[in-house]
């Protein structure tokens, strides 16, 4: 494709790169105004605590700790709230402190929280009853009712999103700190104007502190475009998902642009490869970057490639599936000898009927019930204890003996 044109389907220009998923702003100078306010905001995060989150995940690297990372798939404005935060918070806490009692290892908590507010989409545009509509990418870029002017991209709310972020990240550092505990924040790097802005130089360096850790999804990691681009740049922690279509050599070529220093715990996969396609898919992006003497963290998202459509069109995912891939995750690293890092999940605290399945078995007919996400389904906290038992299980199998 030509990098000179803006195109209605996402893939825009930014840096001179071709940058996917990008909404059809309506206003570019509205949307560089907003970004100019928001460099002279203060950062949400600061750089040494980046810093001690890479040095957490360079023991994930070396088999000494597991990373757990989840939330919601996409965080909401209307969705702010003291519980919500507490539900994720205590939530993500007490499935660490069933894994790491079974495995004797620390657990690395990271939050998909505090900044998920855009999401990459298969199609630019959505159709209801004749009418076409830009489709919702998060509300850091518009609004998720299906009316014309909900959903017209607005600047405006990369500030919404910076504000929502602060308060979140206020309540954590509560619990974190009532707690002793320490909590990371994470979210997709998909907004280029919004990472950037928040984007600062300082004496250690040049870090993105919209988050401690960045993660670039499985539509825009193309090795040439502005996301990767933009997460070469940063001295943050960074994630990579691999879905199934991903190679070695893309992989590799991944590791070589960003993480050419090789630093312990700097650059993490997370594999998002599907029940049925990991036990084929894994092992040769595994094998392959552990023989180049690369040592990135390996996690396993098991929600994204297992999307099923329910009877009454509710878009889910099966426990069973989930469990599945996550077995199948273990299996690999076994037979290689590496180490499974952990896992990357859509889940909340609250009690929601979006998945299918699990020990609280919620069923086709109760999907309706409580299907709140903005997004893609996620796991209840029922669900998420479940997840976190099978972890549990797992590691203990994979290490019988104490490792600390
Ligand atoms: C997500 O994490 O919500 C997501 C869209 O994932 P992926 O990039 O793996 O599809
Ligand atoms: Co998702």
Same mark, same amino acid.
């Given at each position: 494709?030509?990098?000179?044109?803006?195109?209605?389907?996402? &893939?825009?220009?930014?840096?001179? /790169?071709?940058?996917?998923?990008?909404?059809?702003?309506?206003?570019?100078?509205?949307?560089?105004?907003?970004?100019?306010?928001?460099?002279?905001?203060?950062? /949400?995060?600061?750089?040494?605590?980046?810093?001690?989150?890479?040095?957490?995940?360079?023991?994930? @690297?070396?088999?000494?700790?597991?990373?757990?990372?989840?939330?919601?798939?996409?965080?909401?404005?209307?969705?702010?709230?003291?519980?919500?935060?507490?539900?994720?918070?205590?939530?993500?806490? #007490?499935?660490?402190?069933?894994?790491?009692?079974?495995? $004797? /290892?620390?657990?690395?908590?990271?939050?998909?929280?505090?900044?998920?507010?855009?999401?990459?989409?298969?199609?630019?545009?959505?159709?209801?009853?004749?009418?076409?509509?830009?489709?919702?990418?998060?509300?850091?870029?518009?609004?998720?009712?299906?009316?014309?002017?909900?959903?017209?991209?607005?600047?405006?709310?990369?500030?919404?999103?910076?504000?929502?972020?602060? &308060?979140?990240?206020?309540?954590?550092?509560?619990?974190?700190?009532?707690?002793?505990?320490?909590?990371?924040?994470?979210?997709?790097?998909?907004?280029?104007?919004?990472?950037?802005?928040?984007?600062?130089?300082?004496?250690?360096?040049?870090?993105?502190?919209?988050? +401690?850790?960045?993660?670039?999804?499985?539509? &825009?990691?193309?090795?040439?475009?502005?996301?990767?681009?933009?997460?070469?740049?940063?001295?943050?922690?960074?994630?990579?998902?691999?879905?199934?279509?991903?190679?070695?050599?893309?992989?590799?070529?991944?590791?070589?642009?960003?993480?050419?220093?090789?630093?312990?715990?700097?650059?993490?996969?997370?594999?998002?490869?599907? @029940?049925?396609?990991?036990?084929?898919?894994?092992?040769?992006?595994?094998?392959?970057?552990?023989?180049?003497?690369? $040592?990135?963290?390996?996690?396993?998202?098991?929600?994204?490639?297992?999307?099923?459509?329910?009877?009454?069109?509710?878009?889910? !995912?099966?426990?069973?599936?989930?469990?599945?891939?996550?077995?199948?995750?273990?299996?690999?690293?076994?037979?290689?000898? &590496? +180490?499974?890092?952990?896992?990357?999940?859509?889940?909340?605290?609250?009690?929601?009927?979006?998945?299918?399945?699990?020990?609280?078995?919620?069923?086709?007919?109760?999907?309706?019930? !409580?299907?709140?996400?903005?997004?893609?389904?996620?796991?209840?906290? #029922?669900?998420?204890?479940?997840?976190?038992?099978?972890?549990?299980?797992?590691?203990?199998?994979?290490?019988?003996?104490?490792?600390?």
């Amino acid at each position: 494709m030509s990098v000179t044109d803006e195109r209605p389907s996402g &893939t825009a220009v930014r840096g001179g /790169l071709p940058a996917d998923q990008q909404p059809d702003w309506p206003d570019r100078s509205a949307l560089l105004a907003t970004a100019a306010e928001l460099s002279g905001c203060p950062p /949400l995060v600061l750089p040494a605590e980046c810093d001690l989150l890479t040095e957490r995940l360079a023991a994930v @690297a070396r088999g000494e700790a597991i990373l757990l990372q989840g939330g919601d798939c996409a965080e909401t404005f209307d969705g702010v709230s003291q519980e919500q935060v507490a539900g994720k918070f205590h939530t993500l806490g #007490d499935m660490a402190a069933v894994i790491s009692d079974a495995v $004797q /290892l620390p657990v690395v908590r990271v939050g998909r929280i505090a900044g998920q507010f855009a999401k990459p989409r298969s199609r630019p545009e959505e159709t209801r009853n004749g009418v076409t509509l830009p489709v919702y990418r998060g509300d850091i870029v518009n609004g998720a009712a299906f009316d014309a002017r909900e959903r017209t991209p607005d600047p405006r709310r990369l500030k919404r999103a910076y504000h929502a972020s602060a &308060t979140i990240l206020n309540l954590l550092r509560a619990h974190a700190s009532e707690h002793c505990a320490e909590f990371w924040t994470s979210h997709e790097a998909l907004i280029l104007e919004y990472e950037r802005a928040l984007t600062r130089e300082t004496e250690l360096g040049t870090y993105a502190l919209s988050a +401690h850790l960045l993660w670039t999804g499985e539509r &825009t990691r193309r090795l040439d475009g502005a996301h990767i681009d933009f997460a070469a740049r940063v001295r943050n922690p960074v994630a990579v998902k691999l879905g199934p279509s991903a190679t070695a050599d893309e992989a590799l070529a991944l590791v070589d642009r960003l993480d050419p220093e090789r630093r312990p715990g700097r650059l993490t996969f997370i594999a998002r490869m599907g @029940a049925r396609s990991v036990r084929d898919a894994l092992p040769d992006l595994v094998a392959k970057v552990t023989a180049s003497g690369a $040592q990135p963290v390996w996690v396993c998202d098991p929600m994204h490639g297992n999307g099923v459509e329910a009877p009454s069109g509710h878009k889910t !995912r099966r426990f069973d599936d989930v469990a599945d891939e996550v077995v199948g995750f273990f299996e690999v690293h076994e037979s290689l000898g &590496t +180490h499974p890092g952990g896992v990357h999940a859509e889940l909340t605290g609250e009690d929601v009927t979006e998945c299918l399945g699990g020990t609280c078995a919620v069923l086709p007919a109760d999907l309706p019930t !409580r299907y709140e996400t903005a997004c893609d389904p996620r796991l209840n906290r #029922d669900q998420a204890f479940d997840l976190a038992f099978l972890l549990a299980e797992r590691y203990a199998r994979a290490y019988p003996n104490p490792r600390r």
